[in-house]
């Protein structure tokens, strides 16, 4: 067992912190559902990990696709000052399929940018598989003008992303990371609401993510 590589990517994975990461061991191990432990002080909110995988073992990825779920929210409301009262809205299907599409092709890219995994359609035993979850998406823009006048916002919307690391041949979750984050600027500075503004902080959220996900490939040593 090479505690010192899962910790590398726990690091890589979840962010630099201050403490770094830990993996909990012990009989105060706190462990999930299906055997993975607890990382403390990961920038993911939730992140977990098998203490007994070697991950520089691993060489090859198989992108494994994403799923996107959008919670339910009504369409229209019964007046204007129900509509003006609500705090999340009614995402069109063409703006889920939009979301769907840029969020697939900025993690493609960001993991066709590895310079320490190579992508391939192959099981192996040297070959991991990523997947995604990225669900309860809602969106803070109102779909219309509510009065008259600007709309200023601090959000844009917000979701909660899971990403697992799967050994390819056991099928086995050896690593997961989880957080829910809200699409907006550094700071939480207002931004006037409008189809480009809200776009372009939609994808600097998954941007981050897909980055974040990427170099904690780059950072897991090749095997010694």
């Known amino acids: 067992m090479k505690i010192h590589t899962l910790i590398i990517l726990a690091i890589a994975f979840a962010g630099c912190s201050s403490p770094g990461p830990t993996i909990q061991t012990g009989e105060d191990a706190e462990i999930s559902f299906d055997g993975l432990h607890r990382v403390d002080n990961a920038r993911f909110r939730s992140a977990w990990a098998n203490p007994e995988i070697d991950f520089s073992l691993y060489s090859k990825v ?38 769907v599409e840029e969020t697939t092709e900025i993690f493609a890219e960001e993991l066709a940018n590895s310079t320490r995994f190579e992508i391939t359609d192959t099981k192996g035993d040297d070959v991991i598989i990523i997947r995604g979850v990225i669900h309860d998406i809602v969106s803070t823009v109102p779909p219309e003008r509510i009065g008259r006048g600007e709309i200023f916002l ?71």
């Open 62 to 99: 198989i992108p494994g696709g994403a799923e996107f779920q959008f919670r339910p929210v009504d369409r229209t409301s019964r007046s204007m000052r129900a509509r003006s009262s609500n705090s999340v809205f009614w995402i069109s299907d063409a703006n889920q399929a939009r979301l």
């Open 154 to 224: 601090s959000s844009v919307g917000e979701a909660t992303i899971v990403i697992e690391v799967i050994d390819s041949m056991s099928n086995k979750v050896i690593f997961r990371g989880a957080e829910r984050r809200a699409a907006q600027r550094t700071g939480g500075q207002a931004i006037r609401a409008n189809s480009v503004t809200t776009w372009a902080e939609v994808r600097r959220l998954m941007r981050q993510w897909a980055s974040t996900m990427r170099e904690g490939l780059d950072s897991v040593p090749v095997e010694s």
